[in-house]
């Protein structure tokens, strides 16, 4: 076991390490914040006096060294947008509203989806099934960011009953939790069911069955956590993509979280806040699937001998 | 068989939200959602042409003495590019948004009449094109910032120093390129073209001429607001922008970066005191959620592109527009330089009169102007030239329905005469610029209006950065057209960006001639404001005479406001931002 969780650590890195690379080209690849933020009378003196200032001038192998070498001690460097902070004060700042807004996301998730699924699985082929079903398909089916501004429209606007944006009391939570969460109600729900509606013709749920077992148990106890396994992958990938996704809902609702500050710095082309958000999103989602496989292996040891 | 009370559909909806609801009540922050008033009916000020006044001295404006019953105005706006609380830490966009709020130029535009009038300054005048003077007001004190309530003093000659040399020093401000060449580069520099004659007297002794210090001093479009430059000395940097010590209607107080910003009034302002206790502003750049804050009652007042304008208007919510126009619409031909330059192409089609004629005479404006703009701002004849700027020719506006009007079949004529029969190619370069939504909505209707006549288009997305990059670069901009925005500002400024080379213009060029480059040279160094004038009226003749732009229209900036908290919104328009003088919007109650 040891062993495995070394191997997938070792492969985790070299996987953030690439992501890095290819995220600092990327961003340079398109042009440089000079351009964006001299005013438009800067000559090429002035232009050249910012590249020095902000290190641009030195060939992209310096910058990416200097940028991973002063990573390693905890600096990613000023935001140019944000004159003043630096990009670990803003990433800092920024990071618990958008961690709380995707593990509300996920619970909401999971507590709609779970007894959805389950009800589905366990009604096969009624309308109740039916009609989770096609919850299912609108919820994978709408953009998140659609689904916010509907819901926006409805509750906020047109029924007041809701703030449109903003993070503050419980109220500013429910809309953009919902809008987030829809997407994996609908994923789970459909894991949820067709994983129960495996384990419900197994041998030992009908001998639990035979032998009396009140039907209660024999979902939640019997079924559920054989059925558990599956959906569990997918609830580690889920978390990642949460934070990492949620770009579009925070813009939408104004929630004050990394996903708006990647959003607000790159029409000024803030690389240094940038480029650490995204590899900081990639950084996130390479740990939940690792933490995901290694439970995985932890539950089931035919994994870790593979 | 299953228990029938698991099959209720009720306990699987409602007790999954319980459980949410008690977790979200669980959790929480501070809230900054303030919900406010609720509606009723305003008025738009018209617009009144301004005159310039060199010295004049007028009385303060009486402060108002009216207080709403509304404490908190909220404004929600797109974030500047650049967010600063100081003014020369950034652009003019952010300086005049947030940094004007809490601090003063020496000169302001008066927001109804756009006249230059005195404000920090009481008193100025050019002695020469080196020397200006500027007489300070006395006993304006700075706001007392701070957890101790730090007292900075009064503003001073001093200040206005300070805030010379920090822009000069500024890598991102917009005065900082003109304040390095006009006063140098180094505080000693910029010292040496100083002269404090006392604590309320200043001397501004330009190393290259400079007409209209009188206009960068209102900074409309720069960075020339003041600040103290005790709390500089005693705090530094970090101290200044935790707790910026201006001389403003308003004190900041507040602010979550990239969130929002939250001002105090000054009770008893020496100039204007606002009528709202508090001033938040929101920095929300999804439109959608703007609409739906000012329709849910969160905010009284935002931006929002013009064709949401009548749903606003249909729910109860006014326009207000400002009295000079924000914003120049217009095409620019990239790559069109004079012979005499390294950057000539011959074979460039942009570089025949005829071919800029036949670009103009395809257009229709009207149309543009009705289902575009909606029937908002008024004709540009001559790109960076207004009837109330500097430079202006009366005989443009007489002569543009004659030399530009909308004549499709004359463009074909012309397109032929020029010996491009089978027609042309040309590329549409689509970028965003704030406060010019209609970007997309013209590039559209041109590739239209284009092919009609025999210009075939084709329409790339691109990054004005990667414009501004590939400019410097000048062969890459041939055959390449774009509609872009920019601001109401002397034509000296826009001038300097589009068509004048350096030392005395900026990096980009388009349309020069050795005559026209010589009387930029001569208008960039012209011993007064009448020399200055004539010359901008020979550029603007050879620019209107020559087709060098395809001008389309000005346009004010507009504000949509909820009439039952805000019956006045009058402000003069600024470069970029378009939005100030928040001090002197008129509650409604």
Redesign the interface.
């Known amino acids: 076991m040891q062993r495995y969780i070394v191997v997938r650590l070792l492969q985790s890195l070299v996987s953030l390490v690439a992501v890095s690379m290819i995220i600092f080209l990327l961003g340079r690849v398109?042009?440089?914040?000079a351009?964006?933020?001299?005013?438009?009378?800067?000559?090429?003196e002035?232009?050249a006096?910012?590249y020095r200032?902000w290190g641009l001038d030195q060939p992209l192998y310096m910058q990416y060294a200097r940028y991973m070498g002063n990573a390693l001690r905890g600096d990613f460097g000023e935001s140019?947008?944000?004159?003043?902070?630096t990009t670990a004060d803003?990433i800092k700042?920024r990071l618990p509203a958008t961690i709380?807004l995707a593990v509300?996301a996920l619970?909401?998730g999971l507590?709609?989806a779970i007894?959805?699924g389950i009800?589905s699985a366990?009604?096969k082929d009624t309308p109740?099934d039916y009609g989770g079903k096609v919850i299912a398909l609108i919820g994978q089916s709408v953009p998140a960011f659609w689904m916010g501004?509907i819901l926006?429209?409805i509750f906020?606007?047109e029924l007041?009953w809701l703030?449109?944006?903003?993070?503050?009391?419980?109220?500013?939570?429910?809309l953009p939790?919902i809008a987030m969460g829809w997407f994996q109600v609908a994923a789970f729900m459909r894991l949820i069911r067709s994983a129960m509606l495996d384990v419900l013709d197994t041998e030992y749920v009908k001998l639990a069955r035979i032998k009396g077992v009140?039907?209660?148990k024999v979902?939640w106890k019997h079924c559920l956590r054989n059925a558990a396994i599956a959906p569990l992958t997918y609830f580690g990938i889920i978390l990642g993509t949460l934070i990492a996704g949620s770009v579009a809902i925070e813009?939408?609702?104004?929630w004050?979280g990394v996903g708006?500050?990647a959003?607000?710095t790159v029409?000024?082309?803030d690389y240094q806040v940038l480029q650490t958000i995204v590899i900081m999103f990639s950084g996130i989602y390479i740990g939940c699937n690792l933490v995901v496989d290694v439970l995985y292996a932890y539950l089931d040891p035919r994994i870790r001998y593979a | 068989m299953v228990h029938t009370w698991l099959r209720r559909p009720t306990l699987w909806v409602f007790a999954p939200l319980l459980i949410i609801l008690l977790v979200a009540a669980a959790c929480g922050d501070d809230a900054t959602v303030a919900p406010t008033a609720v509606p009723a009916t305003a008025v738009p000020a018209a617009a009144v042409p301004a005159t310039a006044v060199p010295t004049a001295v007028p009385a303060p404006a009486e402060p108002a003495m009216k207080t709403s019953s509304t404490k908190r105005l909220r404004f929600a706006t797109q974030a500047p590019w650049i967010e600063v609380v100081l003014p020369w830490r950034g652009g003019s966009w952010g300086s005049n948004l947030v940094v004007r709020t809490h601090m003063e130029p020496l000169i302001d535009v008066h927001n109804e009449t756009t006249e230059l009038v005195p404000n920090l300054a009481t008193e100025w005048k050019m002695i020469s094109a080196q020397e200006w003077e500027f007489k300070l007001r006395e006993d304006v004190p700075y706001h007392k910032t701070g957890p101790d309530s730090s007292d900075w003093g009064t503003f001073k000659a001093a200040d206005v120093a300070h805030v010379i040399v920090r822009n000069a020093e500024g890598k991102l401000s917009t005065d900082g390129p003109a304040f390095r060449k006009k006063f140098g580069e180094t505080e000693a520099d910029v010292m040496a073209a100083l002269e404090i004659v006392d604590d309320h007297t200043i001397k501004l002794k330009p190393v290259l001429p400079d007409v209209d210090m009188d206009l960068t001093a209102s900074s409309q479009y720069g960075n020339f607001l003041m600040h103290a430059k005790a709390q500089w000395d005693a705090e530094g940097l970090e101290g200044s922008e935790a707790n910026p010590a201006g001389t403003g209607s308003y004190q900041l107080v507040d602010r979550d970066v990239g969130v929002w910003l939250l001002w105090e009034r000054v009770e008893d302002h020496w100039r204007q005191t606002p009528e709202f206790e508090e001033f938040e502003m929101i920095l929300v750049s999804e439109q959608a959620t703007r609409m739906a804050m000012l329709l849910g009652g969160e905010v009284a007042m935002t931006e929002l592109a013009r064709d949401l304008h009548p749903e606003a208007i249909s729910k109860g919510f006014k326009v207000h527009s400002t009295i000079n126009p924000m914003t120049q619409a217009f095409g620019i031909l990239g790559g069109t330089y004079p012979d005499d330059t390294e950057w000539y192409d011959a074979n460039d089609p942009f570089q025949n009169v005829k071919i800029r004629e036949a670009m103009n005479r395809a257009v229709d404006r009207d149309l543009i102007q009705r289902e575009i703009f909606k029937g908002v701002g008024e004709p540009l004849i001559t790109q960076a030239y207004h009837e109330r700027l500097p430079g202006w020719n009366p005989r443009w506006a007489d002569e543009f329905d004659e030399k530009y009007g909308y004549d499709p079949e004359r463009a074909k004529e012309l397109i032929k005469e020029a010996g491009y029969e089978g027609g042309i190619d040309a590329t549409f370069l689509l970028m965003q610029f704030p406060g010019f939504p209609e970007a997309t909505a013209i590039n559209e209707y041109m590739f239209t209006a284009f092919k009609e006549v025999g210009i075939n288009a084709k329409i790339e997305d691109w990054e004005y950065a990667r414009w501004r990059e590939q400019l410097r670069d000048t062969k890459k901009t041939h055959g390449t057209i774009h509609f872009r925005r920019t601001s109401f500002t002397t034509p000296m400024v826009v001038l300097r960006w589009y068509n004048a080379r350096p030392p005395t213009g900026g990096g980009s060029s388009f349309w020069l001639t050795t005559e026209h480059q010589t009387n930029w040279d001569d208008a960039f160094a012209a011993p007064t404001k009448e020399k200055q004038g004539d010359l901008l009226r020979a550029i603007g003749d050879f620019k209107f005479d020559n087709y060098t732009e395809i001008p389309l229209a000005w346009l004010p900036g507009q504000a949509v406001v909820d009439p039952a908290v805000i019956s006045d919104y009058t402000w003069p328009g600024n470069v970029d931002a378009g939005f100030d003088h928040f001090e002197y919007i008129k509650a409604a109650d």
Request: proline share 9%.
């Open positions: 398109v042009g440089n914040p351009d964006a933020l001299l005013p438009p009378a800067a000559t090429d002035e232009k006096r910012v200032a140019w947008k944000w004159q003043g902070y803003l700042d709380e509300l619970f909401f507590v709609v007894p959805m009800l366990v009604s109740l501004l926006m429209w906020a606007v007041e703030p449109t944006s903003g993070r503050g009391g419980p109220e500013t939570y429910v939790v009140s039907e209660w979902i813009t939408v609702f104004t004050p708006k500050l959003m607000d029409a000024a082309r």
